[in-house]
């Protein structure tokens, strides 16, 4: 079992900045991926970020040259500096790991972008 807790979510103006969390928990080793997805009420869930614990990254074209993700590896922590924020980022974002031996979601955190 994999626990994710998340954090840094909350409100913002356009074109201010946000650096989301999350902390992994539990049964971590091997490879690996974490990353960042964001769902609207009534929407699909889709892809921000990934990483992997070796470094390679994947983003959404929506989101490229302004949202940065990052990770710990001796802190099992991911993060997503997002900068440039649109009114149209606003979502609820969740944390997600995944391995062969599973797949976990964090809880969410909310984003909202004022305009």
């Known amino acids: 079992q994999v626990q994710l807790v998340e954090s840094g979510g909350g409100l913002v103006q356009a074109g201010g900045s946000l650096t989301l969390s999350c902390e992994a928990s539990?049964?971590?080793?091997?490879?690996?991926?974490m990353g960042w997805y964001r769902q609207v009420s009534g929407k699909q869930r889709e892809l921000v970020a990934t990483i992997t614990n070796g470094g390679s990254t994947n983003y959404a074209d929506s989101v490229k040259g302004r949202f940065t993700i990052s990770r710990d590896n001796a802190k099992n922590t991911v993060y997503l500096q997002m900068n440039s924020l649109k009114p149209e980022d606003t979502a609820v974002y969740y944390c997600?790991?995944?391995?062969?031996?599973?797949?976990?979601w964090g809880q969410g955190t909310q984003v909202t972008v004022s305009s």
């Open positions: 539990g049964s971590i080793f091997g490879i690996n991926a």
């Open positions: 997600r790991y995944t391995s062969r031996y599973g797949n976990y």
